[in-house]
């Protein structure tokens, strides 16, 4: 068990609508960082936080947004959603914020769009 | 850019030894992590190289040349269990991974 929890573990919904995706980090951890891996596809990075703020950003949509609340979990919202958003989305949490700290990653979320 | 390569698959037999190679561009290097995935779980760390040579931890291995921009994670007296999925990271300011090298190993 990393410590890292992620709910909900699967989401099925429909084209054009919207979900939220919610992390909490292993206790001690000030970094939160998302990724996409879609099927046999390697780990996409889309945003990291840092106690609270923006820390880097990869190749995220617009469609796509997140942020790291004081209690130090992340939620990250995908809206508009379309069939290729279809995928398993990752948090993963560090100690620092230079990624020079091994990260703990969750179990993912299965996000299904039909 | 921050293209890393490594091989998209491989097999090897139980109790072999396994080298998994990865390339990357050197540029903005601070470091390279491997992780193993095994199918719809998460990555797990395995190991951590910022400087040049070889890390050992039991079975499994990390080299790392940064003038060459290339590491290697060797797996030895491989178990079935090693079937899995073995991601290289470079780390920038944030952590890139390459698309994975799947491992399965053979009675």
């Known amino acids: 068990d990393s410590g890292v929890t992620q709910t909900p573990k699967h989401l099925i919904t429909a084209t054009g609508q919207r979900v939220t995706l919610r992390c909490s980090p292993r206790?001690?951890?000030?970094?939160v960082y998302w990724y996409q891996q879609s099927l046999d596809q390697g780990l996409q990075f889309l945003i990291q936080y840092y106690n609270g703020e923006e820390r880097a950003k990869g190749n995220i949509l617009e469609r796509f947004s997140a942020q790291q609340f004081p209690d130090l979990h992340s939620e990250l919202n995908l809206s508009s959603l379309e069939l290729g958003d279809s995928a398993l989305y990752f948090c993963a949490s560090s100690e620092g914020d230079r990624g020079l700290a091994p990260l703990h990653f969750g179990n993912g979320t299965r996000l299904t769009v039909t | 850019g921050q293209n890393i390569d490594q091989p998209t698959e491989m097999t090897a037999t139980e109790g072999a030894i396994v080298q998994i190679n990865c390339t990357y561009q050197t540029s903005g290097f601070n470091g390279l992590f491997w992780y193993q995935q095994h199918a719809g779980e998460a990555p797990t760390f395995l190991s951590y190289n910022v400087l040049d040579g070889l890390e050992e931890k039991g079975r499994f291995s990390s080299f790392l040349s940064r003038s060459k921009g290339y590491s290697y994670l060797l797996l030895k007296e491989l178990q079935m269990k090693d079937s899995a999925s073995y991601l290289c990271?470079?780390?920038?300011?944030?952590?890139?991974f390459g698309t994975g090298t799947r491992l399965q190993v053979f009675p």
């Open positions: 206790s001690g951890d000030l970094s």
């Open positions: 990271a470079k780390n920038t300011d944030k952590l890139i």
